[in-house]
């Protein structure tokens, strides 16, 4: 059997900036958000958005109470299309990146909990949920840049991997290929009892 990968797809949006005038109060270590989950510093979270659109996603840094309301001080996800880059092809639909950008938050804003994993975890989810997100890259919202700036890259078309496209390994090299690259399906490779890629075929052999 040929061994592939790859995810399904949904889309997302961008993250809002919600400011507080204080960053002063008494330290929480947890709190509760609108949906009854409990939330704690180091969590990340689904905060409210326009009607149209997905919950923004940020991590927790820190739970304040002071004379007024309760606030959550949050460091926020960006997702490819939020960058001054925008959108790459090898860009996960479900992909977000650390960023250094800061705020303030009302609790009421926070919906509940979601999971940001780290790439090689999504992988291995049996079921990508709504509340599913990976993260690989860390994103400087003042400059531009990523970190790392470089990354592995696979196929004939040397891109850098994404989850929500199917790929194949070839049994002799060991490298991933998208079946399209090679102008192959996916029906063509699941039909498959193996694969070999061209480069490690021998002459005249088919896959």
């Given at each position: 059997?040929?061994?592939?990968?790859?995810?399904?797809?949904?889309?997302?949006?961008?993250p809002k900036k919600?400011?507080?005038?204080?960053?002063?109060g008494t330290?929480l270590s947890?709190?509760?958000?609108?949906?009854?989950?409990?939330?704690r510093?180091?969590?990340?979270?689904?905060l409210?958005a326009?009607?149209?659109?997905?919950?923004?996603?940020a991590?927790?840094l820190?739970?304040l109470?002071?004379d007024?309301q309760?606030?959550?001080?949050?460091t926020w996800y960006?997702?490819?299309a939020?960058t001054?880059?925008?959108?790459?092809?090898f860009?996960g639909?479900r992909e977000l990146?650390?960023s250094?950008?800061e705020d303030?938050?009302e609790?009421?804003t926070?919906?509940?909990?979601?999971?940001?994993?780290?790439?090689?975890?999504y992988?291995k989810?049996?079921?990508?949920?709504?509340g599913d997100?990976?993260?690989r890259?860390?994103?400087k919202?003042c400059?531009?840049?990523f970190k790392?700036?470089r990354v592995?890259?696979?196929?004939?078309?040397?891109m850098?991997?994404?989850?929500?496209?199917?790929?194949?390994?070839?049994?002799?090299?060991?490298?991933?290929f998208?079946?399209e690259?090679?102008?192959?399906?996916?029906?063509?490779?699941m039909q498959?009892s193996?694969?070999?890629?061209l480069s490690?075929?021998?002459?005249?052999?088919?896959?």
């Open positions: 059997m040929v061994n592939t990968k790859g995810r399904r797809k949904q889309a997302e949006s961008k919600v400011k507080s005038s204080s960053t002063k330290i947890s709190v509760k958000a609108a949906d009854g989950s409990i939330i510093p180091g969590d990340s979270i689904h409210r326009a009607k149209s659109q997905p919950p923004f996603v991590k927790v820190k739970l109470q002071n007024k309760t606030m959550v001080h949050v960006y997702r490819p939020d001054q880059g925008g959108v790459k092809a860009h639909e990146f650390t250094d950008h303030m938050c609790l009421e926070i919906h509940g909990k979601c999971n940001v994993h780290k790439l090689k975890a992988q989810l049996e079921r990508v949920r709504e997100y990976f993260c890259f860390s994103y919202a400059t531009g840049l790392p700036d592995p890259v696979y196929c004939i078309c040397e850098p991997y994404n989850p929500d496209q199917f790929m194949v390994e070839c049994e002799v090299c060991a490298e991933w998208h079946p690259c090679l102008k192959l399906t996916q029906k063509d490779v498959a193996h694969f070999v890629c490690c075929r021998p002459p005249h052999q088919d896959a």
